[in-house]
C-alpha cells in the first residue's frame, strides 16, 4: 500500500465527507432563494394592493370630511337662526310679563288707595250687581272675621273663601 500523505488524507476526507453535504446545502440555498424571490413578489403585490386601498380610502374619507364641513355649517347656521328667534319670543315673553305686572301693580294701588279711602270714611256698603259679598263687612254681619278675603273681587272668577289656597 502506497504510503499516503497526511495532506491527501485530510483532502481526500474532506472531499468524501463535506463536499457532498456542502453540494446539498448549496441546492437548499438555491431553493430558498427562489422561495425568497415569490415571497417578495407577493409582498410586493400586497403593498400594491393596500396602497390602492389606502388610496381609495383617502379619497371616501376626503368625501366624507366635505360632507360633514357642509353639515356643519347648515346645522350650526340653523341652530344660530333658533336662537336668535327664541332670543326674540323671550324678550317678547319678557315683555308682556313685565306689562302685565305693572297692571297688576297699578291695580293693587288702585286697591289700596281704595281701601285707605274706605277706612277714612266710613259709609254703607253698597251691594255691586256680580257680586253680592264684595262690600261685605264684618260690622254688617255681626262678625268677627271675614267671610271672603279683603280682596276678593280681585278674583271675580273664582268664588275664593277663607280656606281656599291661591
Known amino acids: 500500500?502506497?504510503?499516503?500523505?497526511?495532506?491527501?488524507?485530510?483532502?481526500?476526507?474532506?472531499?468524501?465527507?463535506?463536499?457532498?453535504?456542502?453540494?446539498?446545502?448549496?441546492?437548499?440555498?438555491?431553493a430558498m432563494r427562489a422561495d425568497i424571490r415569490v415571497l417578495d413578489?407577493?409582498?410586493?403585490?400586497?403593498?400594491?394592493?393596500?396602497?390602492?386601498?389606502?388610496?381609495?380610502?383617502?379619497?371616501?374619507?376626503?368625501?366624507?370630511?366635505e360632507k360633514i364641513g357642509g353639515l356643519d355649517v347648515r346645522l350650526t347656521t340653523k341652530i344660530d337662526d333658533l336662537d336668535v328667534r327664541l332670543t326674540s319670543k323671550v324678550d317678547s315673553l319678557r315683555t308682556e310679563l313685565v306689562?302685565?305686572?305693572?297692571?297688576?301693580?297699578?291695580?293693587?294701588?288702585?286697591v289700596d288707595r281704595e281701601l285707605r279711602t274706605a277706612d277714612r270714611h266710613p259709609r254703607?256698603?253698597?251691594?255691586?250687581?256680580?257680586?253680592?259679598?264684595?262690600?261685605?263687612?264684618?260690622a254688617d254681619r255681626g262678625e268677627c272675621r271675614p267671610e271672603r278675603p279683603l280682596l276678593s273681587w280681585v278674583y271675580p272668577y273664582r268664588d275664593i273663601d277663607a280656606s281656599n289656597e291661591i
Open 1 to 30: 500500500m502506497p504510503r499516503v500523505g497526511v495532506y491527501d488524507q485530510v483532502k481526500k476526507a474532506l472531499q468524501d465527507l463535506i463536499a457532498p453535504e456542502l453540494h446539498s446545502i448549496r441546492g437548499d440555498m438555491h
Open 41 to 65: 413578489q407577493k409582498i410586493d403585490s400586497l403593498d400594491r394592493k393596500v396602497d390602492g386601498v389606502d388610496a381609495r380610502l383617502t379619497v371616501k374619507i376626503d368625501a366624507l370630511d
Open 99 to 110: 306689562a302685565e305686572i305693572r297692571r297688576v301693580d297699578v291695580r293693587i294701588d288702585g
Open 124 to 138: 254703607t256698603p253698597r251691594r255691586a250687581r256680580s257680586s253680592p259679598h264684595l262690600f261685605d263687612t264684618m
